[in-house]
């Protein structure tokens, strides 16, 4: 479970994000619910990169069952941002994404959350099990097992 | 904001819409659905945050560019359990889960036609702050008095 103390070394992959300027609410910072866009346009770059994952033609799709948001300090347009990901646990047909976002340059999290995706058949939506390339993808930024090699920066 | 921040805001409640005083109905969009064909997951976050935001506008009568201190959110928490999809109307309900010095913890559910079972449920925490200092300061006693409403009302069922 993320925390407040943890750093950019605690997550083993990371997506940058440009702020827009919408993104900014009447506070003049960036909206709580914008952070779950943030994340989950993460999650799914990474599936994409890491794992081979086509949105428009995988028979096999993750869908969101939960997600979690603690707001630590208020991040703005037009900071650049960057989203930092760990597998925290895998099962057989879903995964759960640790998360925090960072802004460009520092080390402690302005947000940290969690992100659960569960891979179902696209076109029953019932759960099936993690495509392998997906697997293994997940499996290099998890936090238990052997299957990290350390190259995550 | 850091002190709320380490709290759990607890889980969320799972009945049907009648456990919720405060209702309103959510129209859908176009562009609300993403390629899987139902509303997006980051859009019933926003469900939720309209909820939360017009019942703190028009039921607590706060005003965030005027009043002296005013909340801003630091925990939220969906969990989904059935989709939506436009062009159906969400129908989106509210009540006070729990009441702290400085902060407000709201359950929140999201249906479809089906009243009886949420589409998806959450929780979502304000803090209220002091506009200058923007540290934590006790929620003003009007609104309280409205919250305790909900509260007490909750209590006696």
């Given at each position: 479970m993320?925390?407040?103390?943890?750093?950019?070394?605690?997550?083993?992959?990371?997506?940058?994000?440009?702020?827009?300027?919408?993104?900014?609410?009447?506070?003049?910072?960036?909206?709580?619910?914008?952070?779950?866009?943030?994340?989950?346009?993460?999650?799914?770059?990474?599936?994409?990169?890491?794992?081979?994952?086509?949105?428009?033609?995988?028979?096999?799709?993750?869908?969101?069952?939960?997600?979690?948001?603690?707001?630590?300090?208020?991040?703005?347009?037009?900071?650049?941002?960057?989203?930092?990901?760990?597998?925290?646990?895998?099962?057989?047909?879903?995964v759960?994404?640790?998360?925090?976002?960072?802004?460009?340059?520092?080390?402690?999290?302005?947000?940290?959350?969690?992100f659960?995706?569960?891979?179902?058949?696209?076109?029953?939506?019932?759960?099936?099990?993690?495509?392998d390339?997906?697997?293994?993808?997940?499996?290099?930024?998890?936090?238990?097992?052997d299957?990290?090699?350390g190259?995550?920066? | 904001?850091?002190?709320?921040?380490?709290?759990?805001?607890?889980?969320?409640?799972?009945?049907?819409?009648?456990?919720?005083?405060?209702?309103?109905?959510?129209?859908?969009?176009?562009?609300?659905?993403?390629?899987?064909?139902?509303?997006?997951?980051?859009?019933?976050?926003?469900?939720?945050?309209?909820?939360?935001?017009?019942?703190?506008?028009?039921?607590?009568?706060?005003?965030?560019?005027?009043?002296?201190?005013?909340?801003?959110?630091?925990?939220?928490?969906?969990?989904?359990h059935?989709?939506?999809?436009?062009?159906?109307?969400?129908?989106?309900?509210?009540?006070?889960?729990?009441?702290?010095?400085?902060?407000?913890?709201?359950?929140?559910?999201?249906?479809?036609?089906?009243?009886?079972?949420?589409?998806?449920?959450?929780?979502?925490?304000?803090?209220?702050?002091?506009?200058?200092?923007?540290?934590?300061?006790?929620?003003?006693?009007?609104?309280?008095?409205?919250?305790?409403?909900?509260?007490?009302?909750?209590?006696?069922?």
């Amino acid at each position: 479970m993320p925390d407040a103390t943890e750093t950019r070394a605690d997550y083993f992959d990371f997506q940058p994000v440009q702020t827009r300027w919408n993104d900014n609410d009447l506070y003049g910072h960036v909206n709580n619910v914008v952070y779950y866009a943030y994340v989950d346009t993460a999650v799914n770059k990474f599936l994409v990169e890491a794992g081979g994952f086509d949105p428009h033609t995988a028979p096999v799709i993750g869908i969101c069952p939960e997600s979690h948001c603690n707001f630590l300090k208020p991040v703005a347009y037009p900071e650049k941002l960057e989203v930092g990901l760990r597998v925290g646990k895998i099962g057989n047909s879903s995964v759960r994404y640790e998360v925090a976002v960072f802004k460009d340059g520092e080390q402690t999290p302005a947000a940290t959350g969690y992100f659960v995706h569960v891979f179902v058949d696209r076109e029953s939506r019932r759960p099936v099990t993690i495509p392998d390339a997906i697997r293994a993808a997940l499996a290099g930024i998890a936090v238990e097992g052997d299957v990290r090699n350390g190259t995550h920066g | 904001m850091g002190e709320a921040a380490v709290k759990s805001a607890g889980a969320p409640l799972s009945g049907p819409i009648a456990e919720y005083p405060y209702r309103i109905e959510i129209a859908t969009r176009w562009g609300d659905n993403d390629m899987l064909g139902h509303l997006n997951n980051v859009v019933y976050n926003r469900c939720i945050e309209d909820i939360v935001t017009k019942f703190t506008r028009f039921e607590l009568d706060v005003d965030w560019l005027k009043d002296d201190c005013y909340p801003v959110t630091v925990e939220t928490l969906c969990r989904f359990h059935k989709q939506l999809s436009w062009p159906d109307p969400v129908l989106a309900g509210l009540t006070v889960q729990s009441l702290g010095n400085s902060s407000v913890t709201y359950a929140i559910g999201l249906f479809g036609e089906d009243v009886l079972s949420p589409a998806a449920t959450g929780t979502f925490v304000h803090v209220y702050i002091d506009r200058v200092s923007q540290r934590p300061v006790p929620i003003p006693i009007a609104v309280r008095n409205r919250l305790e409403k909900i509260v007490l009302s909750r209590a006696a069922e």
